[in-house]
């Protein structure tokens, strides 16, 4: 059974950092690409940022490009999203996700307010 478990939210102030973790059990971690998605209240889920099966073909959005970094450690089945210099318009739910097995986390509320 495939399983994501988003952690590492937070309130954070504006300009601060956070590390999110999405740990994963049930399948084989390494043969999967995975993504990193965030939903703000009142708005459409809209995708972060996205990692290939050995850390390669990254993409990030341009909304997040040069603050937020996607890796992962196929060792620990984790996948991390750091993100730094953050704004309020970066308060949301965060959700990993693994397009290929349509699977999704419970997700993580991440609140950028000073």
């Known amino acids: 059974q495939v399983q994501l478990v988003e952690s590492g939210g937070g309130l954070v102030q504006p300009g601060g950092s956070l590390r999110l973790s999405c740990s994963s059990s049930?399948?084989?971690?390494?043969?999967?690409?995975m993504k990193w998605y965030r939903q703000a209240p009142g708005k459409e889920r809209e995708l972060v940022a996205t990692?290939?099966?050995?850390?390669?073909?990254?993409y990030h959005a341009n909304s997040v490009k040069g603050r937020f970094t996607i890796s992962r450690d196929n060792a620990k089945n984790t996948m991390y999203l750091q993100m730094n210099s953050l704004k309020p318009e970066d308060t949301a739910v965060y959700y990993c996700?693994?397009?290929?097995?349509?699977?999704w986390g419970q997700g993580t509320q991440v609140t950028v307010s000073s």
């Open positions: 996700n693994i397009p290929t097995l349509n699977s």
């Open positions: 049930g399948f084989t971690f390494s043969l999967y690409l």
């Open positions: 990692i290939g099966t050995n850390g390669g073909t990254i």
